[in-house]
């Protein structure tokens, strides 16, 4: 149990039924009853771990008297309830922490002190690709390929379950690790040894923040932080402002949680969130549905807050109840609610830093792309931005007729069945319903190349420019939210009703987050109607959000590739950055799931819905998009007699158990793991080699080469190794090297067990533009340690300034590392020498974990950039300041010293971005790993 010095008098004790819980009561504490809820569970974290140390009176008192005002100044140490993971993050913390265990044995001290302090659990849900899909067979096959290409990996998880205490893991095929979360492993109050508090948590993805829904104050950290949570270490962080937004109204029949929160999302950006809370306040709250909460919340990573969250009320004991929780659980959450002024008053409003209000009755259906979740587009309106951003992702000239073909009879069909003028995609022929999309579809305007593809399986067909490939209902964001999920269904059903077919050309996907989506579904009797459409269950898993898309068909991807199509995907996720669905597929977009599956129908972004006929029906009218929405009462209705509270019983009575195959694997005992030295998945991390017990002094940086030179919005998608692995490059040829078939390469994220896979994926994505180079996209540089500086990849130019001892810099623009809270982006720019990163301004996580991997962010003077400072990557730089560090201060610039080949030189004071004192101790000692390790060997 937590001791707390309690200086305050505020443990005590809560009676609920017939059951007693120490709790500390923040009503000790003047001035906490008007802070905003999700200040209110810091102030209660610190109250109970208050040592007179790292946490003190002071630290409670200035939260007590929190300015809503104020800029972010004082440093807190936030200490989670519980840690979350997914696999793809989570291995390498397993990976961590079992040579942590080596290394404190190397160092003298006790292995088995390297366990978790704080609960963790990991949900495997990262790891399905989507092989196969469109029939009934798809589920039970990409699972049988996953445990085929992941054995070695599971077996691995398997050790660490039964070597590490408080250590679970939910097995593949259970769900995605945020539904999971708040439909079964989120208690909202949180009872250990005794003690009632908050339930909070850091998560090893950036969706973590789905929990916020529930009330549980969460966000995503790197895999590195929240290794060191899992050690006991807090989570150090400024008290942060607080946005507080407002809602107002009802949703309008039509419109979807997910239009609401593509809405919030652009709202939220365009305000400008990053680092702070955000809090849902207002009687409009006690309207919005706990699974339309939950997808906001998930979402703050894509607004760029750190939370956003709602309080507890009656809604979110309804869900409690609902997914199953006990009696017992339901009165505690309510009880401690309301004693810690918790329980959500809409008449008492508390004071936030900034205020924005959204009447949810004006909410209009929308999407977002073609590369960033933020650029939402008005449904009504996509068709015209679709036409304006083609011309971004192709040189082909505008408008024009289908190009020349040999005559056939398809020919003939196509000028027979619609002429030049038609801009409609209709279908024709016989039983096997070949469908042809109609090149004259761009004739108005926009670059167009007709390509005609001869399929057996799928018939014939003609692609062009904003064909629709892959059109996915995935992802925890929508697949937790029944409104959208069954909306999409009865559209199904009544598409089929109609006549209509998906267009062939498009890979359809079904990948719910939870098992209890399938049994509603079959409840309801909507399996058929979906199926019909192609939209097969596929996976329980996050799949194409994360680019676990799998391949196009053949036939489809020659024809994309041959040709330079730009060819389109409509998801049901999160992200839409470029690179990350498929490697054929050029532009992404977000949307709702029943306007996934419309786009599936529709087969191209080139339409409009309000005016184009998705085809003709029976009898031969046109059938358009409003023809087949469903009502919100029939939603409604099919929620209420389709869902129970026995479903999320059933489904997660046995969570942990897994299949046959999970239950068959052979597992490896003992405390500490038996490497393989032949394993191309899972390899002893390098961070500890060498290591000392006292840390070297940190040093200035001398003759720094440039290893890539970026513009604005690098994400960590660009800069940490995912997706699939492409043959030919470093990463293709280390597998190749170790005997490693092209087919069995898997995925890069499947990797993140083998540093030296991740290395040579580091900064390797396709769409990653380094201005050393011209017009080149992928893992490329400048490698000067070779006359003229030729072009080399990044991984292999990065070991031949490691063996020359020549230390490397990043520079970038804005935005850098926005995006997944990616652990590999830092781990992978720190392996590959990078020791500083150099931008106008970073994202929080990716910021915090180049300190925790040892590399210094800086950032420009104000107003300045590597182009306004006429930088272009070929100077060579050197950093001044560094070692005031070691007299245990942080300074605030440091001088930067380029010089060009001419003996050019300039100058600037770099911003230095460690912000708080703890990331100073963790950048000391070379990171946060090594901190930790070193105090756990002294204590």
């Not at 302090?117 to 092989?131: F, G, N, T, Y």
């Not at 009504?380 to 036409?387: D, L, T, V, W, Y």
């Not at 604005?712 to 998608?717: A, E, H, L, R």
């Not at 210094?856 to 300045?864: D, S, T």
Request: glycine share 10%; hydrophobic share 35%.
């Amino acid at each position: 149990m937590t001791t707390s010095i309690d200086t305050f008098g505020a443990k005590g004790t809560l009676e609920v039924g017939s059951n007693s819980y120490e709790i500390f009561r923040l009503s000790a504490v003047p001035g906490t009853e008007k802070l905003p809820y999700a200040l209110k569970v810091l102030a209660e974290n610190l109250l109970r771990t208050e040592d007179g140390a790292n946490i003190t009176a002071d630290h409670i008192r200035a939260i007590a008297n929190w300015d809503p005002s104020a800029q972010p100044s004082i440093e807190i140490q936030f200490t989670p309830a519980r840690v979350i993971m997914q696999d793809f993050t989570g291995v390498p913390c397993v990976v961590d922490l079992a040579t942590m265990r080596e290394a404190v044995t190397t160092l003298g001290g006790d292995p088995n002190k390297v366990n978790p302090l704080s609960p963790a659990d990991m949900v495997i849900d990262h790891s399905v690709i989507l092989d196969v899909f469109g029939r009934a067979d798809a589920l039970e096959r990409n699972v049988d390929l996953e445990y085929e290409r992941n054995g070695e990996r599971y077996q691995f998880l398997r050790w660490g379950q039964g070597a590490f205490d408080d250590f679970k893991v939910v097995p593949p095929g259970m769900g995605i690790v945020h539904q999971v979360n708040i439909e079964y492993l989120a208690p909202t109050v949180m009872v250990r040894k005794g003690q009632a508090y908050p339930d909070t948590c850091v998560g090893t993805d950036s969706h973590t923040t789905m929990v916020n829904g529930l009330g549980v104050l969460g966000w995503g950290v790197g895999g590195i932080e929240a290794e060191a949570a899992m050690l006991g270490q807090p989570v150090s962080m400024l008290i942060p402002r607080v946005v507080g937004f407002k809602l107002t109204g009802e949703i309008q029949p039509g419109v979807t949680a997910t239009d609401v929160v593509l809405t919030v999302t652009d709202m939220l950006r365009k305000h400008g969130v990053v680092g702070k809370f955000v809090e849902f306040y207002g009687k409009g709250v006690a309207e919005v549905p706990l699974a339309n909460r939950a997808t906001l919340g998930n979402m703050s990573p894509e607004f760029g807050s750190t939370a956003a969250i709602f309080p507890i009320d009656a809604e979110t004991v309804n869900y409690l109840r609902l997914t199953g929780r006990t009696d017992e659980q339901l009165a505690l959450v309510e009880a401690y609610a309301k004693e810690q002024g918790m329980w959500h008053d809409p008449d008492n409003e508390p004071a936030y830093s900034e205020y924005l209000e959204l009447d949810l009755s004006t909410v209009v259906p929308s999407i977002a792309g073609p590369k960033r979740p933020q650029d939402r587009i008005l449904l009504s309106e996509s068709k015209i931005a679709f036409r304006k951003d083609i011309h971004n992702y192709t040189s082909d000239a505008e408008g024009g007729a289908a190009a020349d073909t040999p005559h056939s009879n398809l020919d003939e069909a196509i000028e027979e069945s619609f002429p030049a003028s038609d801009p409609a995609v209709l279908s024709f022929a016989d039983d096997d319903a070949v469908i042809v999309h109609s090149a004259a579809n761009g004739a108005e305007g926009r670059p167009t190349k007709p390509v005609r593809v001869r399929s057996e399986e799928r018939g014939e067909f003609v692609l062009d420019h904003g064909a629709v490939v892959v059109a996915g209902i995935t992802s925890c964001t929508n697949t937790s939210n029944p409104s959208v999920m069954i909306g999409a269904a009865l559209l199904a059903r009544n598409a089929v009703e109609k006549g209509l077919s998906s267009k062939p050309w498009v890979k359809t996907n079904m990948a719910p987050g939870s098992q209890v989506v399938n049994d509603y579904y079959e409840k309801a009797g909507l399996w058929p109607y979906l199926e019909k459409l192609g939209f097969y269950l596929g996976g329980f898993g996050c799949t194409t959000c994360i680019g676990n898309t799998g391949p196009l068909p053949e036939e489809i991807s020659k024809a994309v590739n041959d040709n330079d199509l730009s060819v389109t995907a409509v998801l049901s996720g999160n992200r839409n950055f470029e690179g990350r669905i498929s490697p054929d597929v050029k532009m992404n977009y977000l949307a709702s799931p029943p306007l996934v599956i419309a786009y599936a129908l529709a087969g191209t972004m080139d339409f409009d819905f309000e005016t184009d006929p998705l085809g003709k029906d029976t009898e031969g009218n046109d059938v358009y998009l409003r023809d087949i929405w469903p009502s919100p009462q029939e939603i409604d209705d099919t929620i209420k007699s389709a869902i129970s509270q026995d479903m999320f019983r059933k489904s997660y009575a046995d969570v942990f158990k897994g299949d046959h195959r999970w239950q068959n694997l052979a597992t490896p005992e003992g405390d500490t793991f038996a490497w393989d030295e032949n394993s191309t998945y899972v390899r002893k991390a390098p961070y500890f080699d060498g290591m000392q017990l006292e840390p070297s002094p940190v040093s200035d940086i001398k003759g720094a080469r440039v290893l890539a030179l970026l513009g604005d919005s690098v994400t960590t998608d660009h800069i940490s190794p995912a997706g699939p692995i492409k043959p030919g490059t470093p990463a293709a040829q280390y597998l190749d090297s170790h005997g490693v078939e092209r087919k069995d390469y898997n995925s890069l994220g499947s990797r993140r067990g083998n540093h030296e896979v991740m290395i040579r994926g580091t900064f390797a994505n396709i769409r990653l533009r380094n201005q050393l180079l011209d017009d080149v996209s992928g893992g490329y540089t400048r490698d000067f340690t070779q006359p003229g500086g030729p072009q080399a990849f990044i991984y292999d130019a990065s070991q031949n300034y490691q063996k020359a001892g020549i230390p490397l810099v990043v520079l970038g623009g804005k935005e850098y590392g926005s995006g997944s809270s990616r652990d590999w982006a830092a781990k992978g720019t720190r392996l590959l020498g990078v020791k500083a990163v150099i931008t106008e301004s970073f994202e929080r996580i990716h910021r915090s974990n180049l300190i925790g991997m040892g590399v210094i962010p800086l950032q420009f003077p104000a107003g300045e950039s590597a182009k306004s400072l006429g930088l272009d990557g070929t100077e060579t730089f050197d950093i001044e300041g560094i070692t005031k560090l070691n007299e245990g201060v942080t300074p605030k610039t440091l001088k930067v010293t380029a010089t060009k080949e001419s003996g050019e030189v300039i100058t600037f004071d770099a911003v230095v971005r460690i912000d708080t004192p703890g990331e100073a101790d963790y950048y000391r000692n070379d990171g946060i790993l090594q901190y930790v390790l070193r105090n756990m060997i002294r204590s």
